[in-house]
């Protein structure tokens, strides 16, 4: 890419996009592409068509899609299958249709298997059953990634997919029932100190292990990956530690300062029991997460104070 490249940013107002919008103008990249969703709907057909038969983009980071937490993925399976399917369908056909010269596809941990070996390495997808709570946005999600390689194998079109680790930071939806796991821990323990409340119920039973990465440090990880590979193979993003749902809430609690009791709801599901990725192949590249989760969690949690006002449960 070179400054004036015409980069378009799919799904530049969420928690990713936003995160590489920030990114490449701090790297002095001039001529990025970002359309609101209620100009140009990533979900129809002709609509992406005209988008691209106006703009053309060079390079696309496909960071646009429909997620959420084990909540929410339970409840509308449907829409998280149709509405990524659309999207990765639309944006991958016509930026080979429209010769870009590289597409990067942001797929996600959680669509490796429920039972898998760890660290999790990339040839792992598909080796077993899925975590049954995310079926429907993981199937559509191998799909994209699957679909990134048989486009570099029929065409020769550059479409690279990494699978990055858990996700958190500013911008992050802090949406009750529809939100991952830390903005949900923030939100209910933030909810619980300024209303005095006495105890706070959590999801499961807080013995999942998760690995977390900053958003900042994925976006500056994807710029670098668009960069410096061109392989179909996908490539982890991470941050080399992991910790359990238990351990996260009482760091978030500390932090907060919420002197409560924490409860666990054991009816609810747990999802996948662990999940750490296998980071040597980017390792080997030259790339390394830099933030901390105690670092990355302060900085979340102050930007939702002051973006998000009063908690909702």
């Known amino acids: 890419m070179n400054q004036d490249s015409r980069i378009f940013v799919a799904g530049h107002n969420g928690l990713v996009g936003s995160a590489l919008v920030r990114h490449l103008k701090s790297l002095g990249y001039t001529n990025l592409i970002l359309v609101d969703k209620d100009k140009v709907d990533l979900r129809d057909q002709r609509e992406v068509l005209n988008f691209y038969r106006e703009y053309s983009p060079e390079y696309v980071f496909l960071a646009a899609a429909k997620v959420g937490g084990i909540d929410f993925n339970r409840r509308c399976p449907a829409d998280f299958i149709y509405d990524n399917l659309q999207i990765q369908c639309n944006v991958i056909h016509n930026s080979y249709r429209f010769g870009a010269k590289k597409l990067l596809f942001l797929g996600s941990a959680c669509i490796y298997p429920k039972i898998t070996p760890q660290p999790i390495k990339e040839e792992y997808l598909l080796s077993d059953y899925l975590e049954p709570t995310n079926e ?36 992050d939806n802090f949406r009750p029932g529809e939100c991952h796991v830390i903005p949900a821990l923030i939100n209910k323990f933030h909810y619980a ?20 990465l900053h958003v900042d440090d994925l976006a500056e990880a994807c710029i670098f990956v668009m960069q410096n ?11 080399d530690s992991d910790i359990s749902i238990k351990e996260l809430s009482d760091m978030i609690c500390e932090m907060i300062g919420f002197t409560g009791e924490i409860k666990w709801d054991t009816d609810k599901p747990n999802g996948t029991p662990v999940r750490k ?15 901390s989760l105690k670092d990355g969690l302060e900085d979340t949690y102050n930007w939702f104070v002051e973006n998000q006002g009063v908690a909702r449960l």
């Open 277 to 291: 990725l296998d980071t040597s192949k980017l390792d080997a590249l030259g790339w390394k997460a830099k933030k």
């Open 229 to 239: 590979y061109n392989s179909s193979e996908t490539l982890n993003i991470g941050s």
């Open 136 to 171: 429907g946005y993981a199937l559509a999600k191998i799909a994209g990634l699957k679909m990134c390689q048989m486009y570099n194998s029929q065409f020769g079109f550059n479409a690279v997919s990494v699978m990055p680790a858990n996700l958190y930071g500013m911008n």
């Open 193 to 212: 100190k300024t209303r005095g409340l006495d105890t706070v119920t959590c999801f499961g039973d807080g013995s999942p292990r998760r690995e977390f």
